[in-house]
């Protein structure tokens, strides 16, 4: 246990729905990042917040994705209209600086049918 | 950011100590090299991290050449539960937020 916890671990949804995922970081931790894993490869980097500010968000982020982070403590990702290319592992990470180690959540395994 | 190239899987036997190579050919000054580790259905964790020549801690070491255009992670005595994807980052120095990953290395420890 890293200390970063996801919610929910797994989800199946129907194409078209919307589905809401949510981290809670190490509470020290000012940053935060979202990634996305498919099978057989390495995480990719969607975005990051310093507080509650979302710094970046990556091209992967299509206008179907959107993050949140109220109060710069716990974290939600929402996907709209869902699609079975968003099928996923999304893993949350924290880090008390932008250098120091990330420490990744267990992931939300999506799966949309 | 420079491109990692690590093997696609490896395999070992209990006991024995397993080395895997990354090549990052186009580091620049600035960038550390990282390795973390994955289990099946659970986030990267981080393993160890160095700039040059040699870091150890109390899992792995990482060796890095002068010319840091590879660096080998090393496990020693691994056992059965270091069975994982091994993942080879180059970072930059003061900005880690944007972790690239690659396809990282199946490590296979056997009985």
């Known amino acids: 246990d890293t200390g970063v916890s996801q919610d929910p671990r797994h989800k199946i949804t129907k194409r078209g729905q919307n589905v809401t995922f949510r981290c809670d970081p190490i509470s020290e931790h000012n940053r935060l990042y979202w990634y996305r894993q498919t099978l057989g490869q390495g995480p990719e980097f969607l975005t990051y917040f310093q507080n509650e500010a979302q710094l970046e968000k990556s091209r992967l982020l299509s206008d179907r994705f959107s993050a949140e982070r109220p109060k710069g403590s716990f974290s939600t990702l929402e996907i709209q209209r869902t699609e079975q290319g968003d099928s996923a592992m999304y893993l949350c990470?924290?880090?008390?600086?932008?250098?120091?180690?990330?420490?990744f959540g267990p992931g939300t395994r999506l799966t949309v049918l | 950011l420079a491109k990692t190239t690590q093997p696609i899987s490896m395999d070992s036997y209990e006991g024995q100590e397993v080395n895997i190579t990354c090549s990052h050919n186009n580091i620049a000054t600035n960038d550390y090299i990282t390795w973390y580790q994955q289990f099946p259905s659970q986030g990267p964790r981080f393993i160890i991290q160095?700039?040059?020549t040699k870091v150890t801690n109390e899992v792995a070491s990482l060796f890095i050449p002068a010319d840091r255009k590879s660096s080998t992670l090393s496990l020693p005595r691994v056992s059965l539960s270091d069975t994982a994807v091994y993942y080879c980052?180059?970072?930059?120095?003061?900005?880690?937020?944007?972790?690239?990953f690659g396809k990282g290395t199946l490590l296979t420890v056997n009985p």
């Open positions: 990470a924290s880090s008390l600086l932008s250098y120091d180690e990330q420490f």
């Open positions: 160095g700039y040059k």
């Open positions: 980052l180059v970072v930059l120095v003061g900005s880690n937020y944007k972790l690239t």
